[in-house]
T-cell receptor
Framework: GAVVSQHPSWVICKSGTSVKIECRSLDFQATTMFWYRQFPKQSLMLMATSNEGSKATYEQGVEKDKFLINHASLTLSTLTVTSAHPEDSSFYIC????????????FGPGTRLTVL | RKEVEQDPGPFNVPEGATVAFNCTYSNSASQSFFWYRQDCRKEPKLLMSVYSSGNEDGRFTAQLNRASQYISLLIRDSKLSDSATYLCVVISNTGGFKTIFGAGTRLFVKA
């Protein structure tokens, strides 16, 4: 199947700093990428849908000024957690949609963020 | 009512057992259905797509019932390595492409 990479795989930062997470589709072009957050023992929660060349669509309750999304190319989307706080500590997973694979979504390996 | 509902489990079964998971969805216009598997602290991985005609992949069988709006996953001859969380995923395209994940069903297969 298609491959999606994420970087970094884990990050520990101080409260108040900003953290950028990259999501890349390695062998296909993804006009749409998705960003999810997963807290322990909970399901994946969609944060936003990232569309190449246009603004991201955020889910209700997700602050767009805090979680900045940029989808500048067909293979790269970035999520920046600005002024991170301990409550932002979570597992962030991106996925990319492959239109040629019956709407299947391929997930990145995730980024574990810990804010001290 | 949640858009996609699953029994959270956990299901504790012995090796070799047959176990079935169900999932219901609320949007009758939903188009695509999948089962994903997620191991602890890892990303979800596609297990299989679900079609109206049903589909089988080795020990795994998935069924879709559009009239009753539920999908199922049957695992035969359970292995220890089947222990994971199984996520029901429903995709709809009403008002925009949207993927909804169920909360997952936890499965423990014991020796």
């Amino acid at each position: 199947g298609a491959v999606v990479s994420q970087h970094p795989s884990w990050v520990i930062c101080k409260s108040g700093t900003s953290v950028k997470i990259e999501c890349r589709s390695l062998d296909f072009q993804a006009t749409t990428m998705f960003w999810y957050r997963q807290f322990p023992k909970q399901s994946l929660m969609l944060m936003a849908t990232s569309n190449e060349g246009s603004k991201a669509t955020y889910e209700q309750g997700v602050e767009k000024d805090k979680f900045l999304i940029n989808h500048a190319s067909l293979t790269l989307s970035t999520l920046t957690v600005t002024s991170a706080h301990p409550e932002d500590s979570s597992f962030y997973i991106c996925s990319a949609r492959d239109y040629n694979a019956y709407n299947e979504q391929f997930f990145g390996p995730g980024t574990r963020l810990t804010v001290l | 009512r949640k858009e996609v509902e699953q029994d959270p489990g956990p299901f504790n079964v012995p090796e070799g057992a047959t176990v079935a998971f169900n999932c219901t969805y609320s949007n009758s216009a939903s188009q695509s259905f999948f089962w994903y598997r997620q191991d602890c602290r890892k990303e979800p991985k596609l297990l299989m797509s679900v079609y109206s005609s049903g589909n089988e992949d080795g020990r795994f069988t998935a069924q879709l019932n559009r009239a009753s709006q539920y999908i199922s996953l049957l695992i035969r001859d359970s292995k220890l390595s089947d222990s994971a969380t199984y996520l029901c995923v429903v995709i709809s395209n009403t008002g925009g492409f949207k993927t909804i994940f169920g909360a997952g069903t936890r499965l423990f297969v014991k020796a």
